[in-house]
């Protein structure tokens, strides 16, 4: 039992909808329903009587089984397969032979795995799928709306609310391409046999491969890939990017609902509670599970990156270690883009708050736009330091900028009041804000519809 599978914490990281194509009964039938699709196979092609198949498909059901008695033999067998195997076999009575013929258990456990991964990836692509559109719903709403753009933790120069959102979609899109492309690659059925020759069913393997990849609806790999691992590889890579996206997203939403900010907020019921022990608290308690979950959602992945070697044709050293790092990936990934979705559906933004930090600096945050419209007449460096002269003195002397502009007689004779005036006006300097805005919430639009589970 970990934290992702504690019925107190484990909603706080995880997605419960992922975690349950994980759970025991999840993994056992995953692997029963492969069983039973090598046995319809075979005896499409011949190679096990017909009433074999169907006696092990009528037996190939979970709730048939006792977990404790499968989990203790494991124990006892150390192997993960065979006590399933055992226990279909007695099942099917006479014809308890034919189960599992002519397959190896990595064939069994990875095309299982492959099945599992394709019913996580649904509720996983759905609610990225929110997101990307919450996100850039945002991005169209607010194109427009003034807020001060920060760079090292200071203003820099005017954007709009919607340019930032609208990066956030834009990347969750980025995320949605990577993790179509994965989960395409990986949609491929494993079945090779000992050691990917598949000689065990003789003539018949090729048939009988095709058949099981037709009634799977997986893809048939050109060679067996019990070693070659780069499709789980790249389904770890999109779902660490998909972590990476969301943690950015929701580490900003922190930083912007921080009491001195206060520019967003992540949505809040009247059950939310801040603080034990301050009630006036209102924290970003979900994104900041958001960034945790993130975290541990890439070290997940580091288990796949990190074992890319394995010997030979098999080898269960690190191919077992993806049976913990892929469905803890998945679950958490499924737990970030769930929470995601909630918090952009929901967000609260506050373009009062946004335009009054804007004023912090009194003007100061303009002082790229009267540069350059200074350097036309006296060039780029002189401007810029005729700028910086007058945003030290207004600073040191608690005045707008433009007033210690128009208190400079170089800048004056440049510059009139009327210039200054519009040079020192955010919502005249955002440039392509509002496009770049309009452009990314026409992507998401146009995206593919909404996945369903």
């Known amino acids: 039992m970990t934290t992702l599978d504690c019925a107190v914490l484990g909603d706080l990281f995880g997605s419960e909808e992922v975690r349950r194509v994980f759970d025991s009964s999840g993994l056992v039938q995953a ?17 096990i009587p017909a009433e074999a198949a169907e006696r092990i ?41 034919f189960v599992h013929w002519g397959a190896t258990t990595q064939d069994i456990v990875d095309t299982g ?23 850039a719903s945002l991005a169209l ?32 899109l980025r995320c949605e391409q990577r993790l179509e492309a994965a989960a395409a690659a990986i949609a491929t059925a494993q079945l090779g046999g000992a050691a990917g020759t598949l000689a065990s069913l003789g003539d018949d393997a090729a048939p009988v491969r095709a058949a099981f990849c037709r009634l799977l609806d997986l893809a048939e790999p050109g060679l067996p890939w019990h070693a070659a691992r780069d499709r789980v590889r790249d389904l770890g890579h999109a779902l660490g990017e998909l972590g990476a996206a969301g943690e950015r997203i929701a580490a900003e939403i922190v930083r912007l609902q921080a009491t001195e900010t ?22 970003p308690m979900t994104s900041e599970y958001v960034v945790a979950s993130a975290r541990l959602l890439r070290g997940a992945v580091s288990v ?81 330091a005729l700028i910086a002269a007058a945003s030290r003195r207004a600073e040191a002397e608690g005045v707008t900028l433009a007033a210690a502009l128009l208190e400079d007689d170089e800048v004056a004779a440049q510059l009139a009041p009327h210039d200054v005036a ?3 006006d955010p919502s005249v300097y955002l440039g392509l804000a509002a496009a770049a805005a309009e452009a990314a919430a026409a992507r998401a639009g146009s995206s593919a519809e909404v996945v369903t589970s």
Not at 113 to 135: K, N, T, W
Not at 146 to 157: C, E, K, N, S
Request: glycine share 10%.
């Open 31 to 47: 692997w029963l329903d492969v069983e039973q699709t090598l046995a319809r196979s075979e005896a499409e092609v011949g190679v």
């Open 262 to 283: 206060a520019e967003l907020f992540e949505p809040s019921g009247p059950e939310s509670v801040g603080s034990s022990t301050m009630p006036q608290k209102r924290n």
């Open 57 to 97: 498909a009528r037996e190939a059901h979970v709730d048939l089984y006792d977990l404790d008695e499968l989990r203790a033999g494991v124990a006892e067998s150390q192997h993960p397969l065979v006590p399933l195997v055992r226990a279909l076999a007695e099942r099917c009575g006479e014809l308890g032979g």
């Open 141 to 172: 709403e607010h194109r427009s709306l003034p807020m001060a753009g920060r760079t090292h933790g200071q203003h820099a120069v005017p954007i709009t609310f919607g340019l930032k959102a609208a990066s956030w979609a834009d990347e969750l």
């Open 422 to 424: 519009r040079l020192t």
């Open 113 to 135: 795995l492959v099945l599992q991964v394709r019913a996580a990836l649904g509720p996983i692509r759905r609610d990225l799928r929110r997101s990307a559109v919450a996100a």
């Open 304 to 384: 796949l990156l990190d074992a890319p070697a394995h010997a030979g044709e098999r080898d269960m050293g690190v191919w077992a270690a993806e049976w913990v790092a892929v469905p803890q990936a998945l679950i958490l990934a499924g737990g970030v883009v769930e929470k995601l979705a909630g918090i952009l559906e929901g967000l609260v933004v506050d373009g009062g708050r946004m335009r009054s930090n804007l004023d912090l600096t009194r003007g100061a945050i303009l002082a790229e736009a009267a540069m350059m419209e200074l350097a036309r007449s006296v060039g780029h460096e002189r401007a810029h």
